[in-house]
């Protein structure tokens, strides 16, 4: 079983920043594809950006620039520094795990970017 928990969710000002993170508990193995994706009221799920265990990432042409994403591997964690934020960054945000064949999504965190 495994489980992960998303925090730093919150409200931002345009051109703030806020930093999410996502710890994930359980059978987990080393080898395995951490990231984060968001959905906007209205609109489908939507990658932001992965890394794998080697520590290749890839972003979202819209947060190319403005958001960085990083992992430690010793406590599962993974990371997303968002920063310059607008309003159209405005979604909940939900982390995500890939371990062989299975994929495992948070629970979510409402991110708001607004004056």
């Known amino acids: 079983q495994v489980q992960l928990m998303e925090s730093g969710g919150g409200l931002a000002q345009p051109g703030g920043s806020l930093r999410l993170s996502c710890a994930a508990s359980?059978?987990?193995?080393?080898?395995?594809?951490m990231g984060w994706y968001r959905q906007a009221p209205g609109k489908q799920r939507e990658l932001v950006a992965v890394?794998?265990?080697?520590?290749?990432?890839t972003y979202a042409d819209p947060v190319k620039g403005r958001f960085t994403i990083s992992r430690d591997n010793a406590k599962n964690t993974v990371y997303l520094q968002m920063n310059s934020l607008k309003p159209e960054d405005t979604a909940v945000y939900f982390c995500?795990?890939?371990?062989?064949?299975?994929?495992?999504w948070g629970q979510g965190t409402q991110v708001t970017v607004s004056s």
């Open positions: 890394i794998t265990g080697g520590g290749r990432t």
């Open positions: 359980g059978s987990i193995f080393s080898i395995n594809v």
């Open positions: 995500r795990l890939i371990v062989g064949l299975d994929g495992y």
